[in-house]
Structures are given as structure tokens and as C-alpha cells.
């Protein structure tokens, strides 16, 4: 690609916008033109069409996200690129999927990063200008006002594993897991006296685990936050948590948003 495409970040936390910011890093063809604090700065700096590409935050206090495009559609203004990033997959992101060029999910991890990049440079090299497609029309128009119906509530969270042996199957209950690891094949259940093999990708187990009680702290591990002992500052910006068996998990930089965020709930 002979031009960068001009990236606006919006996001009103501003650790996520350093992140997202920090991952564009490593990826020329995009390059960071400005950045937004709210829905309103959104709005006036899209209105500029100066912008080949928006990270967009779903949920912000003025204007979310989708209402900032609603606003420029109903004024005829070209939209960019469109990639949503929410730290709530219960708000429609199934749709985001669909109707945006992509959709990320806080905390933002840099393998699904990079794919979301590699769409949009494919976008950006097949689009001929700046339509609007027919799919996140349709998202905009349906899209609630802020008077309108709330979300719809998300599903249950899983409450238990199933953990198969060659010679039974039991059930292991999600508040007696400390921690879960990433296995080549699947992921390690870390109780308190043993670990289980189950076959589920430590991604799909972070989607269904409830975050009240669940933490992502690195792209490899899932930490039980109810199971936390002690943790301090690490190495290189991380942290080190002690769980509640005596074992010791490492936090990666990237998921330091995430953890902060964690922290917030007792300052």
C-alpha cells in the first residue's frame, strides 16, 4: 500500500487508546492521524473526512460509538473503515462482526489485533470509495437512541467444566478453578490440588467465564480473581499474582488495560 491509511483512535479511556496506538506500532501501512476523547471530538473529527480509518469505541458517555456514525450517515458524510472495540460482547457484537469491517474485544489481544489489521488493508485495497455498506447501514438504522431499549442481557457465563478421562467424565465447578493455561491442544484447569486437561481453546473458555470473576492477564492465562493472594509489579511492566494454591501466574503488557481496570474496582 504506496499511502498509509490516516487511523483515528476513539476510546475515552485513554490506557486504551495508548494500547491500540502501541499495537498500530508494528504496522506501517497504518498510521495514527488522531486520536478522540468522546463521541462528540468523534463526530467533529469524522465530519473532516479526513480519515481512512476509525478504531471506535462502542460504549462512551456522551455519543457511543454507533450513534456518532448515525450522525455523520444522516448527514451524508462518507464513513471510513469501521472497526468497533467494546469491553462488552453482550452489546450486539455478534452484528458488529457482520456489519463493520471487524470488531475487537477489550482486553485487545495482538494475534486477533493483527488479523483485524490484515481486514483492513483488505478492505482498504478492494474499496473503491468511501460507500457505505448496505450491512452497516442497516446496523445504524436499527441501532437504539438513547432513549431507546436497553441491550439485551447476555447470556449465562458457564459455571462448570466437563473434564473427560478414558475412564469417567465429572464436572469441575468454575469458582473452584484458579487459574486456566493455554495448552497446545486446549487448556489446564488449575484447582486446587490438581490440573485438568480440557480440549476448548482458552479463548472460547475466556468468552464464556463471567468477568466479575475472571481476568485475562496474558494471551496464555485466565485468572479466577476470587482466588488472587497477593500480586506486585513485575518485570517490564507486568505484574505477578500469587494465587490462592501457592502457585505463581505472569501477566503480559498487553493485557495491563484490563488489569487496571480490575484494579479500579477497589481504589
Partial sequence: MSTPLRTL???DEPLARSLVRELLADFPDLTVAGECANGTEALGALQTGAYDVVFLDVQMPDLDGVQVLQRLQAAGQPLPLVVFVTAYDQYAVA???LHAVDFLLKPLDPDRFAECVGR???????RGGPALSTELAAL??????PAGPA???PAAYQDRFVVKQPERQFFVPAADVFYLEATGSGALLHTAGAAH???TPLGQLAERLDPAHFLRIHRSVVINTDH???????AH???LFRMANGQHVTSSRSYNEAIQQFLKRFA
Fill in 140 to 145: 445504524l438504522r436499527a441501532w437504539p437512541g
Fill in 197 to 199: 486437561p480440557v480440549r
Fill in 237 to 239: 511492566g507486568e505484574y
Fill in 151 to 153: 441491550p439485551t442481557p
Fill in 95 to 97: 452484528a458488529f462482526g
Fill in 9 to 11: 483512535l476513539v476510546d
Fill in 120 to 126: 483492513v488493508q483488505q478492505q482498504a485495497a478492494q
Fill in 228 to 234: 488472587i493472594a497477593e500480586f506486585r509489579a513485575w
